[in-house]
T-cell receptor
Framework: TQLLEQSPQFLSIQEGENLTVYCNSS?????LQWYRQEPGEGPVLLVT?????EVKKLKRLTFQFGDARKDSSLHITAAQPGDTGLYLC????????????FGKGTSLLVTP | EAQVTQNPRYLITVTGKKLTVTCSQN?????MSWYRQDPGLGLRQIYY???????DKGDVPEGYKVSRKEKRNFPLILESPSPNQTSLYFC????????????FGPGTRLTVT
């Protein structure tokens, strides 16, 4: 069961535009991660958020964890072609073992 | 170089022919995991292992087996592959417990005819 819903599924924008990707759930997560995946490669971690309400910035990327630790967002300012890729959110659930649940991903295309 | 390796990278097989996909990491990580990635479904966890001899089911364990006899290796076994197991498979490892960065292997593209 995929507990995390990502939106939008696809996003095509022009260089310089801003965008936000959402990751929502009705479940509470002990922490939430954002990964980026390039074609033909495995996902690579961008950030981990742990505390409800936490905001982390990574250059032009801003990540926020919801107060109730059920949702998160990724905001990209002034997108560049190098931002193109598949963005995945993933939540750690610790009620039984340590299972990692991924959203279906947001495929971002930034054109010059 | 710290890495997760998977073999083979590409595999075409027939229904019912047992196969094993190997996964090895050189980072001394306790946690290892297998995922499959399918269009429209994203990444789904198959099995994970907290440490040697400790494994647990993920979201989609049916049709798969795993073993963790050594810390560095975590093979994925398909005893009787079926076409619906055609997918892109990733192995990953991380330090103990949840919340740590998952280091992913390069992926194994499996086709079952």
């Amino acid at each position: 069961t995929q507990l995390l819903e990502q939106s939008p599924q696809f996003l095509s924008i022009q260089e310089g535009e801003n965008l936000t990707v959402y990751c929502n759930s009705s479940s509470v997560f002990s922490s939430l991660q954002w990964y980026r995946q390039e074609p033909g490669e495995g996902p690579v971690l961008l950030v981990t958020v742990v505390t409800g309400g936490e905001v982390k910035k990574l250059k032009r990327l801003t990540f926020q964890f919801g107060d109730a630790r059920k949702d998160s967002s990724l905001h990209i300012t002034a997108a560049q072609p190098g931002d193109t890729g598949l963005y995945l959110c993933a939540g750690w659930m610790t009620n039984s073992g340590y299972a990692l649940n991924f959203g279906k991903g947001t495929s971002l295309l930034v054109t010059p | 170089e710290a890495q997760v390796t998977q073999n083979p990278r590409y595999l075409i097989t027939v229904t019912g022919k047992k196969l094993t996909v190997t996964c090895s990491q050189n980072m001394n990580h306790e946690y290892m995991s297998w995922y499959r990635q399918d269009p429209g479904l994203g990444l789904r966890q198959i099995y994970y292992s907290m440490n040697v001899e400790v494994t647990d089911k993920g979201d989609v364990p049916e049709g798969y087996k795993v073993s963790r006899k050594e810390k560095r290796n975590f093979p994925l076994i398909l005893e009787s592959p079926s076409p619906n197991q055609t997918s892109l498979y990733f192995c990953a490892s991380s330090p103990p417990q949840g919340g740590y960065e998952q280091y992913f292997g390069p992926g194994t593209r499996l086709t079952v005819t």
